[in-house]
């Protein structure tokens, strides 16, 4: 009888719940597209957040007061992310769910794209979509409120304007005092509140409601499962850690029995 030491007794224990449920849940962060070459936020040396300060940059008020800061960052992520691909985790996620339909809700607080681009569908992108822009303000020339602007004018290193009000575009992400997209946010607590099994991979579960999502699958009865290399605040609400990388550890939770 072979013995497994503990970090191999804990994937047992966590690809058995995962395999066994019928309603899971996923809560994904920055961490699951590491691998893929895409920052992190707080890691201490590589992240974001190390090198840039999240008021300069991820406010609307930074934005207002600073629009071409704010909009080459966003837009030197964006290039970057023309040049990475999806790693093995995303792929093991976007497999599991084509395999078993309607078994796993993928909740994410990354704007990358990366799970839609491995082929996962009805991602719940609660930060939104850096790829997507949206306008600053209502057209300040509409006769109706839902006349958005129209005619957009760009200078090079300059977010586009609108030729007739002067309005913004900006990325389509949600900035920190910002509110979540509502219908994501709702879809999120249902499947947060109804599921068997949630697995926290890669984040720091500093941020909320996102953070939120794990102590109510907690309180109502899940078992909880933390994917990180290291410790996060919602290892307090987890049954059981996974220390690893989620590009190695997810295709062995929910890769095919051989
Ligand atoms: N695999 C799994 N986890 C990893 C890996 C990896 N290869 N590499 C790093 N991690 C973990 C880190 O240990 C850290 O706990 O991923 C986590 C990343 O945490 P953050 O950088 O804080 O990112 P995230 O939790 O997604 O941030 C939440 O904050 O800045 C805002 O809107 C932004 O959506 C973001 C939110």
Redesign the pocket.
Known sequence: MTTLNPDEEALAQARQAVHAASRIAVLT????S??SGVP????AQS?L?ASFK?EDL?TEDAFRSHPERVWNWYAERRSRLQHVQPNA?HVALADFQQRHPGRLTLIT???DGLHQRAGSTDVLAL?GSIADDRWLDPCALARRPQDACSVTVAQPGQPPQCAECGNLLRPDV?WFGEMLPAEALRAAEYAALRCQVMLV???????YP?AGLAHTARQAGAQVWV????P?ELDEVAHGFLR????EYLPLIFGEDD
């Open positions: 962060g920055a961490g699951v590491a691998e992190t936020f707080r890691d992240g957040w999240p991820a985790g607080q990354n704007v930060h949600v991979v890669g984040t720091s579960g500093a941020v996102a994917l990180n290399p290291h996060s690893g990388p989620a590009a």
